[in-house]
C-alpha cells in the first residue's frame, strides 16, 4: 500500500514536472525567439513574417508535445486512448466538425504566409470597413492589426484572407499623395498653382518620384492640374511623393498649412459659400 502510494506521488510529479517544464520551455522560447526577429529585422531588413508565424508554429508543438506527454503517463488514459481506437472513424467525423472553423483559420494562416498579400509592419486598410492600420502579428488563428489611435483590430485569418486589402507597401513603399485646395473664382489661378507647388517641392519629406525618362522627357515635378470648377471655388490638384504612407500624411498636413499661410500673403482667396437670407416678414412689408 505504501509504495503504491510513492508510486502515485511519484508519478504526479512527473507529470507536474513535465507540464512546468513544458509552459517555462515555450515561454522561454517565444520570449527569446521573439527578442532575435526584431533584432534582425532592424539590423538586417529583413520580412518578420515567416519568423513571427514559425514562432506561433513551434510553440504550438511545444505544447503539443508536452501535454501529450503528459497524458500519456496517466494510466487511466492510456487505457481510454485504446480503447477509441475502435470508434477513431466516427471520433475523427466528430472532431472534423467541431474544428472546421478552427482549421481553416491554420489552413488561412499557412496561405498568408506562403502567398504575402500583406506582411508584418505593412500599412493595409480594409475595403469593407475602411479599416487602415499597421500589421503587427500573424498567428496560426489571427492577424492583429494596429490602427493610427494605438489599438488593436483582431480579425480571424480565414476573414483576412477573403478581404479586399489596400497595400501601400507592396512591391513600393513610395506614395503620390493629392493635395487638393479650392480657390475663388477672382483669384489668379497662376499664382496659387505655383505657391502649392513650391510648398510641396521644399518640403523635407518631398522626394521626385519621376522617373528616368519622365525626367528626360521633361515632365512637371510637381503637376499641379485644375481639377473642377465648384459651386463657390476653382479646385487645384497637386501630386506630392514621398517614402511611405506616414511621411506622405505629415507631408500633406504641413503643404496645407504652409500653403494657406503664402495664400494669406499673396492675396489668393480660398472660398467658403455663402448664404442670403430672406425672412417671410420682410417680404411682406415690401410693396
Given at each position: 500500500?505504501?509504495?503504491?502510494?510513492?508510486?502515485?506521488?511519484?508519478?504526479?510529479?512527473?507529470?507536474?514536472?513535465?507540464?512546468?517544464?513544458?509552459?517555462?520551455?515555450?515561454?522561454?522560447?517565444?520570449?527569446?525567439?521573439?527578442?532575435?526577429?526584431?533584432?534582425?529585422?532592424?539590423?538586417?531588413?529583413?520580412?518578420?513574417?515567416?519568423?513571427?508565424?514559425?514562432?506561433?508554429?513551434?510553440t504550438a508543438l511545444i505544447y503539443?508535445?508536452?501535454?501529450?506527454?503528459?497524458?500519456?503517463?496517466?494510466?487511466?488514459?492510456?487505457?481510454?486512448?485504446?480503447?477509441?481506437?475502435?470508434?477513431?472513424?466516427?471520433?475523427?467525423?466528430?472532431?472534423?466538425?467541431?474544428?472546421?472553423?478552427?482549421?481553416?483559420?491554420?489552413?488561412?494562416?499557412?496561405?498568408?504566409?506562403?502567398?504575402?498579400?500583406?506582411?508584418?509592419?505593412?500599412?493595409?486598410?480594409?475595403?469593407?470597413?475602411?479599416?487602415?492600420?499597421?500589421?503587427?502579428?500573424?498567428?496560426?488563428?489571427?492577424?492583429?492589426?494596429?490602427?493610427?489611435?494605438?489599438?488593436?483590430?483582431?480579425?480571424?485569418?480565414?476573414?483576412?484572407?477573403?478581404?479586399?486589402?489596400?497595400?501601400?507597401n507592396m512591391t513600393d513603399d513610395?506614395?503620390?499623395?493629392?493635395?487638393?485646395?479650392?480657390?475663388?473664382?477672382?483669384?489668379?489661378?497662376?499664382?496659387?498653382?505655383?505657391?502649392?507647388?513650391?510648398?510641396?517641392?521644399?518640403?523635407?519629406?518631398?522626394?521626385?518620384?519621376?522617373?528616368?525618362?519622365?525626367?528626360?522627357?521633361?515632365?512637371?515635378?510637381?503637376?499641379?492640374?485644375?481639377?473642377?470648377?465648384?459651386?463657390?471655388?476653382?479646385?487645384?490638384?497637386?501630386?506630392?511623393?514621398?517614402?511611405?504612407?506616414?511621411?506622405?500624411?505629415?507631408?500633406?498636413?504641413?503643404?496645407?498649412?504652409?500653403?494657406?499661410?503664402?495664400?494669406?500673403?499673396?492675396?489668393?482667396?480660398?472660398?467658403?459659400?455663402?448664404?442670403?437670407?430672406?425672412?417671410?416678414s420682410d417680404l411682406d412689408k415690401?410693396?
Amino acid at each position: 500500500m505504501k509504495e503504491q502510494l510513492v508510486a502515485q506521488i511519484y508519478d504526479i510529479g512527473v507529470i507536474g514536472g513535465i507540464i512546468l517544464v513544458t509552459i517555462i520551455t515555450a515561454y522561454l522560447f517565444r520570449r527569446f525567439f521573439g527578442r532575435l526577429i526584431k533584432k534582425s529585422t532592424a539590423h538586417m531588413n529583413n520580412d518578420p513574417t515567416n519568423y513571427v508565424f514559425l514562432k506561433h508554429v513551434i510553440t504550438a508543438l511545444i505544447y503539443i508535445v508536452g501535454f501529450s506527454w503528459a497524458f500519456y503517463r496517466i494510466e487511466p488514459l492510456r487505457a481510454i486512448a485504446s480503447s477509441l481506437l475502435a470508434g477513431a472513424g466516427i471520433l475523427a467525423v466528430v472532431v472534423g466538425f467541431a474544428s472546421q472553423h478552427a482549421l481553416s483559420n491554420v489552413i488561412s494562416g499557412l496561405f498568408i504566409v506562403m502567398f504575402k498579400p500583406f506582411r508584418v509592419n505593412d500599412i493595409v486598410t480594409l475595403i469593407s470597413n475602411n479599416q487602415t492600420g499597421v500589421i503587427e502579428e500573424i498567428t496560426l488563428r489571427h492577424v492583429v492589426i494596429r490602427d493610427f489611435q494605438n489599438r488593436r483590430v483582431v480579425i480571424p485569418n480565414s476573414i483576412m484572407s477573403d478581404e479586399i486589402i489596400l497595400n501601400a507597401n507592396m512591391t513600393d513603399d513610395r506614395i503620390n499623395r493629392w493635395i487638393e485646395v479650392g480657390i475663388s473664382y477672382d483669384s489668379n489661378i497662376d499664382l496659387a498653382r505655383s505657391i502649392l507647388r513650391e510648398e510641396i517641392k521644399k518640403h523635407p519629406l518631398y522626394i521626385d518620384g519621376r522617373t528616368p525618362e519622365q525626367i528626360d522627357e521633361g515632365v512637371q515635378e510637381v503637376p499641379v492640374r485644375l481639377t473642377s470648377l465648384g459651386d463657390f471655388s476653382v479646385n487645384l490638384r497637386a501630386n506630392a511623393w514621398t517614402e511611405d504612407p506616414v511621411h506622405s500624411f505629415q507631408l500633406a498636413c504641413d503643404v496645407l498649412e504652409s500653403t494657406k499661410k503664402r495664400y494669406d500673403e499673396e492675396g489668393v482667396e480660398i472660398p467658403f459659400p455663402y448664404r442670403t437670407i430672406v425672412y417671410k416678414s420682410d417680404l411682406d412689408k415690401n410693396p
